[in-house]
């Protein structure tokens, strides 16, 4: 059966307080705009660049705001909602970027903590490790929802096309990701990976996104997206502000696109041989 759902666009700072309170408000708006389902993007809690002040306030999964609030606000509109990501303090002194899931009950249906972590350097002087702070996941999972089947991802998760073909072939028909993308990434890929990944797996794709300048002084990207299977974008956001965007989202439309372009079911298990290439006298050796 179809469903409404929305994309809350969102930046947040370095206060959980404040950011739970703008979670609220924001999903209320989504609530009352009929959606069913409500997701919000990567470290809705908290974007801190000191990981020091950052440590100073985070708290364990049964005392963090977020989670508290995702909770009350599930059952509050007795719907579905999905705190895209916070950050999880761990017994061992690290962290897991983790996203929940909440039921209409506001019972945990699913965690999912990001597995592929941002470690980089950017032309623009930016550099990212977040495997020296996060602990990294190493479990996908499709969840049964009673209006689909979903899929999880996280933010760089999605340059990482075998996550997504995984949850695929287990049946996920929308996938879900949740990102803080930087605007140099943002305005080079980020429309084109959720396409694609969405065409290459002929599923539904919903993005919420940070989006604009943050109190740490970094900037993400926004421009939150809910795609289709065939890879036409239903509804998309601004680059920078809080947005609330929203969808239908039929699952028929994914056996549709199946039905045309069977690329699931006409995968191969294939080889791969490393050849040597050099050129002796104009002949390959």
Excluded at 15 to 43: I, S
Excluded at 47 to 62: I, K, P, S, W, Y
Excluded at 96 to 102: C, E, I, K, S, V
Aim: glycine share 10%; proline share 3%; charged share 20%.
């Amino acid at each position: 059966m179809s469903f409404k759902a929305a994309a809350v666009q969102m930046c947040s700072g370095v206060d959980p307080v404040k950011n739970a309170a703008a979670m609220a408000r924001l999903v209320r708006e989504a609530a009352g705009q009929g959606a069913t389902y409500v997701q919000t993007p990567e470290m809705t809690g908290m974007l801190q660049r000191d990981r020091t002040a950052a440590r100073a306030v985070l708290a364990d999964e049964a005392h963090d705001i977020i989670v508290k609030t995702g909770s009350e606000l599930a059952r509050e509109f007795g719907i579905h909602m999905h705190v895209g990501s916070t950050a999880i303090a761990l017994a061992d002194g690290k962290i897991a970027n983790r996203g929940f899931l909440f039921g209409p009950d506001g019972r945990v249906l699913n965690c999912y903590d990001k597995i592929h972590m941002f470690d980089v350097d950017l032309d623009n002087g930016e550099s990212w490790r977040e495997s020296a702070a996060y602990t990294a996941g190493s479990e996908a999972r499709v969840l049964s929802l009673p209006f689909a089947e979903m899929g999880f991802a996280i933010c760089y998760d999605v340059r990482f096309p075998a996550l997504f073909r995984a949850q695929a072939v287990a049946g996920a028909e929308v996938m879900t990701v949740p990102a803080a993308f930087t605007k140099q990434t943002g305005e080079a890929h980020w429309e084109i990976l959720l396409r694609a990944r969405a065409i290459e797996n002929g599923v539904f794709v919903i993005a919420a996104a940070q989006a604009g300048r943050h109190e740490d002084g970094r900037e993400t990207f926004g421009h939150s997206m809910i795609i289709d299977p065939w890879g036409t974008v239903l509804a998309s956001a601004g680059a920078t502000g809080e947005a609330v965007i929203v969808a239908e989202i039929d699952p028929a439309a994914v056996k549709a696109a199946h039905d045309k372009i069977p690329n699931l079911r006409n995968g191969r298990e294939f080889s791969v041989e490393k050849i040597a290439g050099a050129i002796a006298g104009g002949v390959a050796a």
